[in-house]
């Protein structure tokens, strides 16, 4: 019988799942539980409290699956079960800005006295947070306790419920237990991930007796996720049993090399945009204009200075004072291909002084393209500080065949110190310091008629930057295109990264 899907997670929880594993929270052996039960699995969600960035992840998760079912059930009061939920319900706590209520195991001897510490009055609804479920035993008595004081509690929510009877015996008390993660779930990403082999699944439900024996399969795509391999920082993906995280903008920063993908990164989180425009006008004033009303709304602003009637020292200078203005990259799109010295010569005429970055082919080789641009971006006198390497087209019928493409991908990843990235319809490397930008993007259209084959922001945001041209120059309303496209694509890239 073939596997079948668990339901898609949503990026916070496919995060918490990596980096549960990354930081060994999900251990595999022989393990006596509390209850004096065999297990071959021991999930110790207090490795959680050592890494901020689990936390953080976790805690954000659970906020929105309480935000969801809490639409229509307003509560006000967190209460967090002791002690290993504490943590959790305290950082719900701030996010929801919702009170938090402690309760504690036995009443003290001395002070007030009370078995539940916080502000609360007769009536009020409340949400109980746990780390992890089994049987649900120990909630009753938290929940009796609670009831006892006039509190209501219909909901429990939890990181882990252990398909071990814990929603059925809630039930029985009218409460409803909701779960960021069950076990069903975090076997099936250990068996995606290489971590978890079918016998060992076999063994983990005979010995818990869970209520499934099938093992069911969990689509990991990587290529929606920005990642790092488990002991590898920089991503050499050779093999699926290697945990992928995805990471922050801020922290691919600091895995980057090439001088231009640091300035790069950084000026994308702190504009939040990942919009590069595509200026083709051919009249060099025009082009000056639209990029001053640009500037606040893009990462990067790209020309073909071989088709501007006005192109000379004078106006680069102008573009040059918009980009430091705006804080933008000046990418020219020369699309370099040639040897080595024919190559350096036309850089240093045509673009080292007022271009940030350009694009090259890949098909003159590494020691071409590495002897050509290593002296110029090294140079403290040139404004050009990296290089796109051209790895696919947006064209149709282009020539940019696999070969092609890999070939291009390895002169990159052997050259990260100048180059920047790739010009691609989609991710080819894993290497974090190397920026995808997808070409050829509209909302409106798919084509020209003319060869040339747009995609929409959802489709391209698998990369790190999206270039739009002619579906935002070419309006009537150029500007309000600009904020429309820099939304869309900003919102559809932080939906695949971790929350801050």
Not at 28 to 52: A, M
Not at 459 to 473: E, L, S
């Amino acid at each position: 019988m073939p596997l079948t899907l668990v339901e898609p997670a949503a990026a916070g929880l496919r995060n918490a799942l990596r980096l549960m594993t990354e930081y060994g929270v999900f251990k595999l052996g022989e393990f006596t539980l509390k209850s004096g039960q065999r297990s071959p699995i021991y999930i110790d969600l207090r490795e959680s409290f050592g890494h901020p960035d689990l936390m953080r992840v976790m805690c954000e998760s659970m906020q929105e699956l309480i935000e969801k079912v809490e639409k229509t059930k307003p509560y006000k009061g967190i209460v967090g079960v002791p002690y290993a939920a504490l943590p959790y319900a305290s950082i719900i706590s701030q996010y929801t800005s919702q009170p938090l209520l402690i309760i504690r195991k036995e009443a003290k001897s001395y002070g007030t006295k009370k078995l539940i510490e916080g502000s609360y009055s007769e009536g009020q609804r409340v949400i109980v947070v746990e780390d992890v479920v089994t049987t649900g035993q120990s909630l009753k008595d938290v929940i009796t306790t609670l009831r006892k004081d006039g509190l209501v509690v219909e909901d429990v929510f939890c990181i882990l419920d252990r398909d071990q009877g814990g929603p059925k015996n809630l039930e029985e008390l009218g409460v409803n237990l909701h779960s960021l993660l069950n076990m069903e779930k975090v076997l099936a990403f250990l068996s995606a991930v290489g971590r978890l082999s079918l016998d060992q699944f076999n063994d983990i439900v005979n010995a818990l007796n869970l209520p499934y024996k099938e093992l069911k399969k969990i689509d990991v795509k990587w290529e929606m996720e920005e990642t790092h391999t488990n002991g590898n920082a920089n991503g050499d993906n050779k093999e699926n049993s290697k945990i992928r995280v995805r990471l922050s903008l801020q922290q691919r920063e600091k895995l980057a090399t090439c001088p231009v993908s640091k300035r790069l990164f950084s000026l994308m989180h702190t504009k939040a945009t990942n919009l590069c425009l595509a200026i083709d006008y051919e009249e060099g004033e025009r082009i000056l204009e639209l990029a001053d009303k640009a500037g606040p709304f893009v990462c990067a602003v790209k020309v073909h200075a071989d088709t501007i009637d006005e192109f000379n020292e004078s106006w680069t200078s102008k573009l040059v004072a918009l980009a430091n203005k705006h804080d933008f990259l000046i990418f020219e799109d020369r699309k370099f291909a040639d040897t080595g010295n024919t190559l350096s010569m036309q850089v240093k005429r045509n673009a080292a002084s007022w271009a940030d970055i350009v694009t090259v082919y890949g098909i003159a080789g590494e020691k071409s393209i590495r002897s050509a641009f290593q002296p110029i971006i090294a140079d403290p006198s040139t404004r050009l500080k990296g290089i796109l390497l051209i790895a696919q087209l947006s064209c149709e019928g282009n020539l940019c065949d696999t070969e092609y493409t890999n070939g291009t991908r390895r002169i990159a990843e052997a050259n990260q110190d100048i180059v920047c990235g790739f010009i691609t319809q989609e991710k080819i490397s894993d290497k974090l310091g190397l920026i995808h930008w997808t070409p050829g993007v509209s909302l409106d259209e798919s084509t020209d008629g003319k060869g040339q084959q747009w995609r929409s922001v959802e489709k391209a945001i698998t990369n790190d930057i999206v270039i739009v041209g002619r579906a935002i120059c070419y309006k009537t309303t150029p500007a309000s295109e600009l904020r429309r496209y820099r939304d869309a694509a900003w919102e559809a890239l932080s939906a695949a990264m971790p929350k801050h």
